[in-house]
């Protein structure tokens, strides 16, 4: 038998089927934590806000519009909760010590992905939100200038000036 | 000559430009910005090349409903009822060959008496079906009721049903 549809687990998971939204989390729990992840560089904190994303989730799931696509929307989701949270907070959290890791590879080159990975994810944490909050949305969720502008409300040279800059500080800060 | 600029390299790398010709005749002309592009495109590989994490537990166990616990039978009940199992086994075991000699001295049925047996009973239903008859129904002296007054009648339990179910709904619609 076919798995169901994001679609009819979202119709499912409004009439009140908590297992489906539970199956909807299992599809989108890995990419909305590396979402976070991306964001805050903290397992723990990324880890809280994709379960708050998905709270949000849940709570509007009646007004979702059903033509959509649940993954890339609930992407924003996050990526607007953690600008919010990241704003509220202000100082930089102490960045994370967790490691990118691929068994596959040998230790050597695994290592050498891991610091390299963890140097880029230490330069993105090192931004201020909203230039993280573009990169995320135009790196990782391929949103277009308009969409970046239309999801952050901010005017469309906002989003340029502020894509430039990031990318300005992320390359001196990886050099 | 007149370089690009940071932002038309960054809008270009973004396909955002509406004519992207102008900007790709410099750059086949100009080393100098061919060069700042590659390395503006060599920070977006970095970027999207980072690897995706995995999460140390779901996240979906919160919203699914608590599983319900299966009952558990006390340790000494299921022991004692294991016991009697294999006690009752070890009997069964132990008699087999003394009921193995009594079961020639049992007389059962053929099942040509069964069937015999099967068909009088039948045979005997169906006489009491045929000599059954219900009793009499007393009678009722005829009510003379007028259409008029039947109609009204019928008007006022319609209004009597709805007015009840409005009321019964009223608070669920809420």
Redesign the interface.
């Known amino acids: 038998m076919d798995a169901p549809t994001d679609r009819d687990l979202i119709l499912r998971a409004r009439r009140g089927d908590a297992e489906a939204f539970g199956e909807l989390v299992t599809r989108y729990q890995a990419s909305v934590f590396n979402v976070c992840y991306r964001m805050t560089h903290e397992r723990r904190e990324a880890e809280d806000l994709a379960q708050e994303t998905f709270l949000r989730a849940h709570s509007r799931l009646g007004t979702f519009d059903i033509q959509r696509e649940f993954g890339p929307w609930i992407r924003r989701v996050a990526a607007n909760l953690c600008l919010n949270r990241l704003e509220a907070q202000r100082p930089v959290s102490e960045l994370d010590d967790e490691r990118d890791a691929d068994p596959t590879q040998s230790p050597e080159a695994a290592l050498e992905v891991r610091e390299r990975s963890e140097q880029i994810r230490g330069a993105l944490a090192s931004l201020p939100a909203q230039y993280r909050a573009v990169i995320e949305l135009r790196h990782y969720q391929e949103l277009s200038y308009n969409e970046i502008s239309a999801e952050l409300n901010l005017p469309l040279s906002g989003v340029k000036s502020h894509l430039f800059r990031a990318r300005k500080l992320l390359a001196e800060r990886l050099k | 000559m007149i370089h690009l600029t940071?932002?038309l390299l960054?809008?270009y790398l973004?396909h955002?430009l509406a004519d992207r010709a102008p900007v790709e005749n410099h750059l086949a002309a100009c080393a100098d910005c061919a060069a700042r592009l590659a390395?503006?495109k060599a920070?977006?590989t970095?970027?999207?090349s980072?690897?995706?994490?995995?999460?140390?537990?779901?996240?979906?166990?919160?919203?699914?409903?608590d599983p319900v616990p299966t009952p558990q039978l006390p340790r000494w009940l299921t022991l004692t009822a294991c016991l009697q199992a294999a006690l009752a086994l070890t009997v069964i075991m132990a008699a087999a060959p003394f009921v193995t000699n009594l079961l020639p001295a049992i007389k059962t049925p053929s099942i040509t008496e069964i069937l015999n047996q099967l068909q009088s009973l039948w045979i005997a239903w169906l006489d009491f079906l045929s000599s059954f008859s219900l009793p009499a129904i007393p009678q009722f002296p005829p009510i003379e009721i007028s259409s008029l007054v039947l109609s009204l009648i019928l008007a006022g339990v319609s209004l009597l049903w709805l007015v009840g179910n409005g009321l019964f709904l009223k608070n669920q619609i809420k």
Do not use: G, I, K, Q
């Open positions: 940071d932002e960054n809008e973004d955002e390395a503006l920070l977006f970095e970027l999207e980072l690897p995706e994490l995995e999460l140390t537990h779901s996240l979906a166990a919160r919203f699914l409903p």
